[in-house]
């Protein structure tokens, strides 16, 4: 039986509004806990994690609340570490996205220890490839893809132990539609692997999220990086930056599903949930629906999976 680890961490210190610190408790209200406490799943919520407060104030050098955010990000890759180690998946619910910060730097961590490859799908309708230099805002928020590639604050670039934490050819964007000018440049610079909106529409959704698995085995750790607003916020409103043209639910479900059949699923980011721009809970309903999915095949293997690519 896998064990469920829930994180939950009520910061949004790297956004810029108020109300994604709800997100965690948002997910419980909306049934997370029974709903993975399945035949085949052991659901253990292990509560939230305690930060500092967010200041809001004004960026310092092209950065908000640095502090803030690399005291929470510290925590979070200690209790993923710590989930990982007991061989248990980790489920992180944010929070703004800077909490995949720690998150991937301790999954990435934990797979050189074990010698395992790893495969991190960024589902997002932005790229989150900013820098103090180019983001127009400085909400960090806008910046961990970035971070995790080793071009950020040194707070922020040295959780995993190696520079950086993770390598490029280990990711995958997913659903973006919404980049930085200046952004994009660093995006094709780095030469991510990027299944945008435009792509999807062109191949479908089913040969996108092929594609965004193709080259997994059976020493693949996959980590499933969600932030909400690569959906269509017809779909998903509660959300801080709304991007229209995203993914539907029936794509949503689809890649969870597919994601599900690897059976290699090793730890997962549920992030931007934002109950205040919530209609009635419908985002929190759907995000569930969407983890439940993902965790349901847990135990079939990847040989069943690639057979049936």
């Known amino acids: 039986m896998q064990t469920i680890c829930l994180i939950g961490v009520s910061i949004d210190a790297g956004a810029g509004i108020q109300g994604s610190d709800l997100g965690p408790d948002a997910l419980r209200q909306a049934g997370l806990g029974s709903a993975?406490?399945?035949?085949?799943?052991?659901?253990?919520?292990?509560?939230?994690?305690?930060?500092?407060?967010?200041?809001?104030?004004?960026?310092?050098?092209?950065?908000?609340?640095?502090?803030?955010?690399?005291h929470w990000n510290q925590s979070i890759y200690d209790a993923v570490n710590s989930v990982l180690k007991q061989g248990n998946l980790p489920l992180v619910a944010g929070g703004d996205h800077s909490v995949a910060i720690g998150s991937i730097s301790a999954v990435a961590g934990y797979c050189r220890t074990a010698n395992k490859k790893l495969r991190v799908l960024w589902f997002d309708a932005h790229a989150d490839s900013n820098s103090s230099a180019t983001s127009p805002t400085g909400n960090i928020q806008g910046m961990p893809v970035a971070c995790l590639l080793g071009h950020g604050p040194a707070a922020l670039v040295s959780y995993a132990g190696t520079l950086?934490?993770?390598?490029?050819?280990?990711?995958?964007?997913?659903?973006?539609?919404?980049?930085?000018?200046?952004?994009?440049?660093?995006?094709?610079?780095?030469?991510?692997?990027?299944?945008?909106?435009?792509?999807?529409?062109?191949?479908?959704?089913?040969?996108?999220?092929?594609?965004?698995?193709?080259?997994?085995?059976?020493?693949?750790?996959?980590?499933?990086?969600?932030?909400?607003?690569?959906?269509?916020?017809?779909?998903?409103?509660?959300?801080?930056?709304?991007?229209?043209?995203?993914?539907?639910?029936?794509?949503?479900m689809l890649c969870a599903g597919e994601i599900a059949k690897t059976g290699l699923l090793g730890s997962i980011d549920i992030v931007e949930l934002n109950p205040v721009f919530d209609t009635a809970g419908q985002t929190a309903r759907l995000a569930v629906r969407i983890i439940s999915r993902m965790t349901q095949v847990l135990t079939r293997s990847v040989e069943n999976h690639l057979n049936h690519s």
């Open 36 to 70: 993975l406490q399945t035949s085949d799943t052991c659901f253990i919520d292990n509560g939230n994690l305690s930060g500092p407060a967010t200041p809001w104030s004004e960026p310092v050098d092209g950065l908000r609340h640095l502090y803030e955010v690399a």
């Open 164 to 252: 950086p934490a993770i390598c490029v050819d280990e990711i995958r964007l997913i659903g973006i539609r919404a980049v930085d000018t200046e952004e994009q440049l660093f995006v094709n610079e780095m030469q991510m692997q990027v299944l945008d909106m435009e792509f999807i529409r062109q191949h479908g959704i089913r040969s996108t999220i092929a594609s965004a698995l193709a080259g997994i085995d059976e020493r693949t750790h996959l980590h499933v990086s969600f932030d909400l607003d690569c959906l269509d916020p017809t779909v998903a409103p509660g959300v801080g930056t709304a991007e229209s043209g995203g993914l539907s639910e029936e794509d949503a």
